[in-house]
């Protein structure tokens, strides 16, 4: 999950507040490879509707919460985009594998004076959810397109809905969102309202898909999220919805071949900022 850098509130104040601080602190071991095991989950997903929505050669982009940079090396070195620049609070992992074409920008994307340059193509994923208006993010963001240039946004969207089978991988999952949304702002309830956004900033051509990984014991996916839920006891055990007994059991229901529920989705949304007739 992207680290935005700003506070369940929106300041963006220094401190625990902010986002990544309480829970996902990029300082503490094997942060990295928890985000790696994301990206092994849906980087290709994510490749496959950026280029085919065009993302090539001579293609300037914006990687908007990149974490470890697994997309935007990808669009370098598979689709061959001319340039990406990639944006995050701490860069400590994205300045670790350094390639060219590649800038790194350290920034608070919710901060008034973020205002980077102008991109064919603007990418943000697991970003707004953790921010306070997504509306505002989407705007700011579709002003950074050039005319026929393309916003995608991907976020998570909770399938542990009421007439979920109650398991112990249901009842951690539950939790997990609870107790983000209460520590570190993180609410995923609006993100299929996503489309909607964009066609409110005035963008065109507006489509939407999920995917929706298997969970399997020991996939990248299954590790993933056992590892989210060991940085995010205390705030999960804090809801009462669930103890420190019953997140160990879920924890063993997530690595058996008993569990069988569903994977969080990625929903993926863009939309195209009109251009000039003629112009792509």
Same mark, same amino acid.
Not at 177 to 206: F, M, N, Y
Not at 239 to 247: E, F, N, V
């Given at each position: ?9 929106? @300041? ?33 997903? %994510?490749?496959?509707?950026?280029? %085919? ?16 940079? %697994? ?43 973020? @205002? ?48 979920? /089978?109650? %398991? ?23 993100? /299929? ?6 066609? +409110?900033?005035?963008? +065109?051509?507006? @489509? ?8 399997? #014991? ?11 839920? +060991? ?17 160990? +059991? ?23 900022? /009109?251009? #000039?007739?003629?112009?792509?």
């Amino acid at each position: 999950m992207a680290d935005t850098g700003t506070s369940p509130d929106g @300041a963006g104040s220094p401190g625990e507040g902010r986002y990544g601080e309480r829970v996902f602190r990029p300082d503490r071991g094997g942060e990295g490879d928890r985000i790696d095991l994301g990206a092994l989950t849906y980087d290709d997903t %994510t490749m496959a509707r950026l280029r %085919t929505l065009g993302a090539g050669p001579g293609w300037t982009c914006l990687d908007v919460g990149a974490g470890t940079g %697994t997309v935007a090396r990808r669009l370098l070195e598979e689709a061959g985009v001319a340039e990406v620049l990639a944006v995050d609070r701490d860069v400590r992992f994205l300045a670790a594998h350094p390639v060219t074409g590649l800038t790194v920008l350290q920034a608070d994307v919710t901060a008034d004076d973020f @205002a980077p340059g102008l991109f064919r193509l603007v990418h943000a994923r697991f970003v707004l959810m953790h921010l306070p208006s997504p509306r505002h993010m989407v705007t700011r963001l579709s002003r950074l397109l050039t005319p026929g240039g393309v916003l995608v946004v991907s976020d998570a969207v909770d399938l542990t809905t009421a007439s979920a /089978p109650d %398991t112990p991988y249901t009842r951690a999952m539950r939790a997990m969102w609870q107790g983000l949304r209460d520590s570190i702002g993180t609410d995923v309830s609006q993100v /299929p309202r996503h489309p909607e956004l964009l066609r +409110e900033a005035g963008l +065109e051509s507006v @489509a939407a898909e999920i995917h929706v990984p298997p969970l399997q #014991p020991g996939s990248p996916i299954s590790r993933f999220w056992a590892d989210t839920w +060991e940085r995010a006891r205390e705030a999960m055990v804090g809801t009462g919805l669930i103890d420190d007994g019953q997140l160990d +059991e879920a924890l063993r229901h997530l690595g058996s071949p008993e569990c069988v529920g569903l994977s969080p989705g990625m929903l993926t949304a863009w939309g195209r900022k /009109p251009a #000039p007739e003629g112009v792509l």
